[in-house]
């Protein structure tokens, strides 16, 4: 019987150092995103860039022989949901960071939660007030990886007052930060470069009838209509706004990229739009040709920012270590990181790129064209 105990004391002291071994040779890396949520085709295309680089630094060896563990947590598009994943992930899981999401209304309820931590979120969240807080000063760990709202409203604003577009017509959602952060921007730059806003509207996410709100955006005779919505929304009033007889140009956000133009279910002609990537680059040809090959999955511009984040991670891992703290004060000062999205500084004073430029594109039947390049700086 003593000899049966002493074996079993054996191996449990044998498995408990193995599995010390064991995490002491993964770094935890967290992936906070809408998997199964309203918006869950960003959610799922941040994972999946994420993934891809993590498998790729793995299979190179990992970082310092450390592989890297993805661990990914579903918000649901719910912020209940979001910050006891959160709270999840820093608390239980150790994570070194957070790959944070794009929605706003997300990390808008993190980013409190994220001060009482550590751990830095890499996110792209381009309301500012998911990195600035009211006194002008940033969240200690709240990041975005691409440019924010003001950045992005002048670049669409300015493109379409340079190419012809005068009076503009606005149609939003006043219960969502990510349109009610482009709208004001986007109105302030026409305006202010001697453009005209006719008509402006908002909707609540309960409506589903739009045309007898773009009835008198319509009659307005108006050059284009600018529609900073979620993919869902923006479908159904680009929809309606062509069954009103409407032959003007819309104006769209990051929701009108690909699959915009496959979930449309009719010619894109006359949607224009802002990117993170040109897709017609050789390089992002190839590996949206292999991600289709080996996945199935049609890589968009969410996969290159979840790309971008965890190979910046992969250089912080190997320059300071995994301890939350060193790696939030590095990622705090990325300076010159050149990604598939454009060439990355971010600037300490607001968590936020500086000079990151954007891509305009328009739709000519459901073929997305590269028209050209813009920072808003």
Known sequence: MKKVLSLLLMLAMLLSVTS????????????????????????????????????????????????????????????????????????????????????????????????????????????????????????????????????????MARYAMKNGFKKFGVIYNEGNAYSLSLQAPFIETVTADGGEVAKTVTYTANDKDF??????????????????????ELILIAQQARALGYEGSLICGLDACPPFN??????????????????????????????????????????????????ILKGIFETVGTNPVDVRAAVENVTGYAGLTGNITIDPATHMPKGLEMVMFKYEDVTPIMLERYSAD
């Open 20 to 155: 010390a071994f064991a995490a002491e040779e993964t770094i935890n890396l967290g992936c906070l995103q809408d998997i199964s949520g309203p918006t869950s085709s960003l959610g799922n295309m941040v994972t999946a860039g994420a993934q891809w680089a993590v498998d790729e630094i793995n299979a190179a060896g990992g970082v310092g022989g450390k592989k890297i563990n993805l661990i990914v947590y579903d918000t649901k598009g719910d912020v209940t949901e979001a910050i006891n994943a959160y709270t999840r992930a820093v608390s239980s899981d150790n994570v070194s960071a957070i790959i944070g999401p794009p929605v706003a209304n997300i990390a808008l309820a993190i980013a409190p939660e994220s001060e009482n931590n550590d751990v830095p979120i890499l996110g792209f969240a381009i309301d500012t007030k998911c990195q600035v807080k009211p006194d002008g000063t940033p969240y200690k760990n709240m990041f975005a990886f691409q440019p924010n709202a003001i950045q992005q409203a002048t670049i």
């Open 262 to 311: 496959t979930l449309f279910g009719e010619p894109c002609d006359g949607i224009y739009f802002i990117n993170n990537v040109d897709g017609t680059e050789a390089n992002l040809q190839a590996m949206i040709a292999a991600v289709k090959e080996k996945t199935g999955v049609d890589a968009t511009n969410k996969f290159f920012l979840g790309y971008d984040v965890a190979n």
């Open 211 to 232: 045309k007898t709100l773009l009835q008198p955006i319509v009659d307005a005779e108006v050059d284009a209509i600018f529609v900073p919505n979620y993919t869902q």
